[in-house]
């Protein structure tokens, strides 16, 4: 292990690929570890905030609304609705007489003004405290204007944004099952957990296309609620972010009979693996046979560029930190496909699977860190000496200040990175951040590179 202090009670949450055991996880954040974790509001309004024409209200201070305003780069291929995200502001007199009638007024006006399809009215802590009596307020208005407004009970902060994802999948499932079904035909699915960052899930619509697949709904990426509504309709469930949508997976397979797979799109081989296993489900040839025909089509097309990539690449050492562990496999595999060692990687919810997975995959040597902190985080990445930081808007600063190359892989982006564009796109920003010459100007690298 490297010679970085670790906070007594955190000291099981990180080790080696080659030492015994496992790493401890599904913990509450340490005091004073400064974790990378957010609150549980934030857990589900990353979550709901795709469905593109429905209205999402924050009961709550005006603070909470900075998890409003783009928090995703989500595309929308028709409303715009959900980037003008409300609040209703809960002042020093709210908090002492209750925010119920304002809350309530709120909807009344906002309702009228936008005509969604279905409203999201969001807890947040302050909500919680005072005793708000939010999912009363929503039935009520529910009757009264004759359109789903629905609770999101994500009041507190908790130790993994789980809870906010769990608070999220109970939400979308008060829609499930009330649209018809009809008309969907035999070889259909559900994406959950692609959030269409960038205008992913268009080409994940178009791969399935491309084979004779429909994609009924997407929960949340580019969503529409009457569509939701319908999901319970499709014949399997691809779950890409398995952190915030297993909870939904798990019910719908429980009360429509609809199986679930585990799958990725990001990365060649995972997101080959992801068409290959959802053609197999149906058993028919010809959707199969397209399959092969589209995977192969395309890796013909970027393969020569990625070699391009590869040499001058190979050898580079990355750090990886994200949200879901089950995203980090497919980085690892995705660096490794542009010749790079992954020495560090961790995540902010993975589960004992999860970490058992990646001491499989991860090279000799590598740091594997549960709900790792901004101090911890530092010292590896200077220790271990990495040419690339990949993770999220939190993460950005550190790589920066450290004079080391990043790569943006979460929610806020705007660049493409899912399917086999995606993996060209991310190949090309890690060539681009890695072999910038801006890094032999920086302290700790200035000396070895020279003029």
């Not at 909807?107 to 399809?117: D, N, Q």
């Not at 992913?200 to 619509?205: I, N, Q």
């Not at 890796?299 to 190979?314: N, T």
Request: net charge positive.
């Amino acid at each position: 292990m490297p010679n970085i202090a670790i906070l007594e009670e955190r000291q099981a949450q990180v080790l080696r690929k080659e030492d015994p055991g496992q790493v401890a996880c599904g913990k509450r954040s340490v005091a004073g570890s400064v974790s990378q974790r957010a609150c549980v509001f934030c857990g589900s309004r990353v979550v709901l905030y795709p469905i593109a024409d429905a209205l999402h209200v924050v009961h709550g201070p005006i603070g909470c609304a900075a998890y409003t305003w783009d928090i995703r780069g989500a595309q929308s291929s028709g409303p715009q609705l959900h980037r003008n995200s409300f609040s209703t502001d809960l002042q020093e007199k709210d908090v002492i007489f209750g925010g119920e009638k304002k809350l309530t007024a709120a909807l009344r006006e906002l309702i009228a003004a936008t005509r969604p399809k279905a409203a999201f009215v969001y807890s947040t802590c302050i909500a919680g405290i005072i005793g708000d009596d939010v999912p009363a307020v929503c039935k009520s208005l529910t009757v009264e204007l004759g359109l789903p407004v629905i609770p999101v009970e994500s009041p507190g902060f908790s130790g993994t944004k789980k809870d906010g994802y769990r608070a999220a999948c109970d939400a979308i499932y008060q829609l499930v099952g009330t649209g018809d079904t009809s008309e969907i035909g035999p070889h259909s699915i559900n994406l959950l957990g692609e959030f269409n960052i960038a205008g992913e899930t268009w080409l994940m619509k178009d791969y399935f296309r491309r084979i004779g697949i429909e994609v009924v709904s997407c929960i949340t990426g580019d969503g529409r609620v009457d569509e939701i509504r319908r999901c319970h309709g499709a014949k399997l469930n691809l779950v890409q972010c398995s952190g915030s949508m297993m909870h939904l997976a798990q019910r719908l397979e429980r009360d429509y009979g609809i199986p679930f797979r585990r799958v990725s799109f990001f990365g060649i081989e995972d997101t080959a693996a992801a068409i290959y296993d959802a053609a197999s489900i149906f058993g028919n040839p010809e959707i199969e046979r397209r399959a092969r025909d589209l995977v192969g089509q395309e890796l013909a097309r970027i393969q020569p560029e990625l070699r391009r990539y590869r040499k001058i690449l190979k050898g580079k050492k990355a750090s990886i930190y994200v949200g879901g562990a089950f995203k980090a496999f497919s980085l690892v595999r995705a660096l490794r496909t542009l010749g790079m060692r992954t020495v560090l990687v961790g995540s902010q919810t993975g589960n004992p699977q999860d970490y058992a997975q990646l001491k499989e995959l991860c090279d000799p040597g590598t740091v594997i860190v549960d709900d790792s902190n901004p101090l911890e985080l530092a010292k590896f990445c200077l220790e271990l000496d990495v040419d690339l930081f990949i993770g999220g808007v939190k993460e950005r600063p550190i790589a920066y200040k450290l004079g080391i190359g990043f790569c943006d892989h979460n929610h806020e982006r705007k660049e493409a990175l899912a399917g086999f564009e995606g993996m060209l796109n991310f190949a090309k920003e890690v060539h681009a951040s890695v072999m910038s010459p801006i890094w032999k100007f920086t302290p700790r690298r200035a000396s070895r590179l020279g003029p």
